[in-house]
């Protein structure tokens, strides 16, 4: 499967953004979906994940919403309330996690090329 996130931008704090994650070459099916984002100078961090249910970082638990369109075989993830500390590159990712390691970047294997995300104040 092949990854294809977009969506990213410039927005004031307090703005919205969706971004998508599309698959080709193959489908979401059996695959936890995940975003994670990474900070200048900071490592990956976990953002969202889809399985049977929704796994969300405490940063951005209310206002983040990950969801599944099957039709367009695409994840989106609606960010509202955004704030200048969600600013960052945003991956989405696909594998096969434990729960325990749900979170861990490391427990994905095919990611898309990222998106930027920039909130200003």
């Known amino acids: 499967v092949q990854l294809q996130a977009s969506g990213g931008g410039l927005v004031q704090a307090g703005g919205s953004l969706r971004l998508s994650c599309v698959a080709s070459e193959g489908t979401f099916d059996s695959y936890t979906v995940s975003w994670f984002r990474q900070a200048p100078g900071k490592e990956r961090e976990f953002v969202a994940a889809l399985r049977t249910r929704t796994y969300y970082a405490d940063s951005v638990k209310g206002r983040f919403t990950i969801s599944r369109d099957n039709g367009k075989n695409t994840v989106n993830l609606q960010m509202n309330s955004l704030k200048p500390e969600d600013t960052a590159v945003y991956y989405c990712?696909?594998?096969?996690?434990?729960?325990?390691?749900?979170?861990?970047?490391?427990?994905?294997?095919?990611w898309g090329q990222g998106t930027l995300v920039t909130v200003s104040s």
């Open positions: 990712g696909v594998g096969r996690p434990i729960t325990s390691t749900i979170s861990r970047s490391s427990a994905y294997y095919r």
